[in-house]
């Protein structure tokens, strides 16, 4: 069927000839000038075109108003792109496949270079100096194995701070997270801003905020204090999981269970903490692991108490590269196999 001179079939062709992934892109003119509307066929039928412009509006163009389409073809293709503001021509020139083939390449190359490098790194440190770590952890001339004895000691207060301050944040975090979703009042949100301040603070500032907190009420820094800090900085990751779960969670089932009797303990038993499960164990997960590496907040506050980290930074500060490794290794693993 012609009209004005061409056909729904070219007018198809030309489209596929720029297909784009969320269907054809044309450009929507006037007789006489192109008024620069990006649109999307979303069906294309005998009796008529239905478009969705990229303004919001939808409209269907039926064979006798075709003549309203300016239609890219090789004649009048020249014509349009000299009329493309500079920053489309920009966005076209470098939508080619070949630059985004070229950015994937990049994207991968930094992910591989800058993320994981310098954890598989780790390991082939590890390797690498097998016999000095020997000599230096389990068999040391003049210690014995007591730098083992130190790393096992650092490990077990790393796990066991993390776990308390895990622990404890789960219970805070269940009703600030079901007041934040289920209650409506005055000063929600700068409650909810306050939930999030600990992460905006850097830890090392954090960490001595918290030192003088509890210095007032005669807490020395110490395994105690650790778990204060640790609290604190780790709180956020629990609070917003539980959050994001419960607002994505249907209260309906929680007033049918209150509509047939069940106390408010029992709903929340019953219902509403099966529903917060994903959250909990992902934010206990991040905490767990945000505590377990925690360094900066942790030596303001750690008195004589020494956590895998900061000796971590006393290899360091020794020279003790392989030993650094070994450790750094250790919670590495032990950090992944937590968050499986």
């Not at 620069?36 to 478009?51: A, F, Q, T």
């Not at 007041?179 to 001595?208: C, E, Q």
Request: glycine share 8%; net charge positive; aromatic share 12%.
């Amino acid at each position: 069927m012609k009209t004005s001179g061409f056909k729904i079939d070219d007018f198809v062709e030309i489209c596929k000839e720029v297909n784009h992934e969320n269907g054809y892109t044309y450009w929507v003119g006037s007789m006489d000038e192109t008024i620069g509307l990006k649109g999307i066929v979303v069906e294309i039928k005998k009796s008529g075109i239905d478009v969705k412009l990229s303004n919001g509006q939808s409209w269907i163009y039926h064979p006798d108003s075709l003549r309203k389409i300016k239609l890219k073809t090789k004649a009048n293709s020249t014509e349009i792109e000299n009329n493309f503001p500079f920053s489309l021509k920009i966005d076209r020139f470098f939508s080619k496949p070949i630059y985004r083939k070229g950015l994937d390449t990049i994207t991968i190359i930094f992910f591989l270079l800058v993320i994981v490098g310098p954890i598989i790194n780790i390991f082939s440190t590890l390797f690498l100096n097998i016999p000095a770590i020997r000599n230096d952890v389990f068999a040391d001339d003049l210690l014995g194995n007591l730098q083992w004895i130190n790393i096992l000691s650092s490990l077990g207060y790393s796990f066991s701070i993390a776990a308390i301050a895990v622990g404890v944040d789960i219970i805070i975090a269940f009703p600030i997270s079901i007041i934040l979703t289920r209650y409506n009042f005055r000063g929600k949100k700068i409650l909810d801003a306050l939930v999030d301040l600990p992460m905006a603070v850097p830890t090392s500032a954090l960490g001595f905020s918290v030192l003088l907190f509890w210095g007032v009420f005669g807490v020395e820094p110490g395994f105690s204090l650790i778990i204060f800090g640790h609290i604190v900085f780790t709180f956020p990751y629990i609070v917003r999981n539980m959050k994001i779960v419960l607002e994505k969670s249907n209260t309906l089932y929680e007033d049918a269970a209150r509509t047939l009797g069940a106390s408010g303990v029992t709903v929340f038993r019953t219902v509403t903490l099966p529903m917060m499960k994903q959250g909990i164990i992902a934010g206990a997960i991040l905490a767990f692991t945000r505590s377990l590496g925690e360094t900066g907040a942790t030596i303001i506050l750690s008195g004589l108490v020494e956590t895998a980290p900061i000796m971590i930074v006393g290899f360091r500060r020794q020279l003790e590269l392989p030993s650094a490794s070994f450790l750094a290794g250790i919670l590495i693993l032990r950090g992944s196999y937590h968050d499986c």
